[in-house]
């Protein structure tokens, strides 16, 4: 089977949505984005080995790849259109690609997302997806837009991507579905544009992730450990480990927030997935919580780190 026949086996479907009238089989796919909205796009790499194990479920690999950068668009208050695919192969193994691309449009169908092109190589597995979405101008969810007396909020659960990554093949198969199917929080992402101060999406762990909000915006951040929403499988542990995994553990695809009440209110009306108040932006800058003595420590940022 060579490339071409490939592509058109397994990643070229039916009629493409109006916002695209040229896709896969031309040069260059053409793009009419959604007239007075802004166009975002983003690009995650998955290399085998490194972002997920080697013994990953083909079809597991495909919804992990496009559901990640799902994921930044939804932290960007964006609604997703569509995606390009980057697939390196080390060799055109028709059961491997066939269950990928099955796990692939399973995440594309549930987020009404169009493969619209896409480049195929041989080479050791990687897969590299670039999205695309829209948003209307000026609503975009930032990194630098959190001010002090600001709620910092949740949206999904953290912590069980790296409990399951930590059990491995003692993982039960709910907990592993927080590691290998996350869900991207599009619904709730595009209810907070234009309403919320800033957003990031937590994939290298929350003090990682909420540190980088920090930073961007010249703020600092109280939270309160108790309220972090845990993943379910988390609350049979001891409070430290679940803090520590919940903070630190990374590959979540959670939002984290930063919102005034108004801003709260409005999402509450509008979007049925919970968000959960975990702390306050303040004055001054770094991560802090409250002990048991309701004095403030410090949390050190770090996540999860490439280099
Ligand atoms: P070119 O030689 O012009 O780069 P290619 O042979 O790489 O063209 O691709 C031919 C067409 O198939 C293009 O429209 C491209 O977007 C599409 N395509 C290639 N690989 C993929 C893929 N993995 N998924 C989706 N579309 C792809
Ligand atoms: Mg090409």
Redesign the pocket.
């Known amino acids: 089977m060579n490339?071409?026949e490939?592509?058109r086996r397994y990643?070229?479907r039916g009629a493409l949505p109006d916002w695209c009238p040229i896709?896969?089989?031309?040069?260059?796919?053409m793009l009419r984005p959604p007239a007075g909205e802004a166009l975002l796009i983003c690009t995650d790499t998955l290399i085998a080995g490194r972002h997920f194990p080697l013994e990953t479920a083909p079809a597991d690999i495909g919804w992990k790849a496009l559901g990640v950068n799902l994921s930044d668009l939804a932290a960007m208050g964006g609604k997703p259109l569509g995606f390009?695919?980057?697939?390196t192969l080390p060799e055109a193994d028709e059961t491997f690609i066939a269950a990928f691309a099955q796990g692939l449009f399973a995440m594309a169908d549930q987020a009404g997302v169009a493969?619209?092109?896409?480049?195929?190589t041989r080479g050791p597995l990687s897969i590299s997806i670039t999205a695309l979405g829209s948003v209307v101008e000026g609503h975009a969810l930032r990194r630098d837009g959190a001010r002090v007396g600001d709620h910092v909020a949740i949206v999904g659960d953290l912590g069980g991507a790296a409990l399951a990554l930590e059990q491995g093949r003692a993982a039960s198969s709910h907990l592993r579905q927080a590691l290998d199917r996350p869900w991207p929080q599009l619904q709730a992402g595009q209810a907070l544009a234009g309403q919320a101060h800033a957003a990031i999406d937590v994939s290298d762990g929350l003090a990682a992730d909420l540190g980088h909000i920090l930073e961007a915006s010249g703020v600092g951040a109280e939270l309160h450990l108790e309220d972090l929403p845990l993943h379910p499988e988390l609350h049979v542990l001891a409070p430290e480990q679940a803090r520590r995994l919940a903070l630190y553990g990374g590959d979540d695809y959670a939002l984290c927030v930063c919102l005034n009440d108004a801003a709260l209110m409005h999402y509450r009306q509008r979007c049925a997935v919970p968000i959960q108040v975990i702390g306050r932006i303040v004055e001054g800058a770094g991560l802090y919580c409250r002990d048991d003595d309701g004095d403030l420590q410090p949390l050190s940022p770090q996540g999860y780190r490439h280099f």
Do not use: K, R
Request: proline letters at 0%; zero cysteines; hydrophobic letters at 50%.
């Open positions: 490339e071409f490939l592509i990643f070229q896709g896969i089989g031309d040069d260059a796919a390009l695919l980057n697939l493969l619209i092109g896409g480049d195929t």
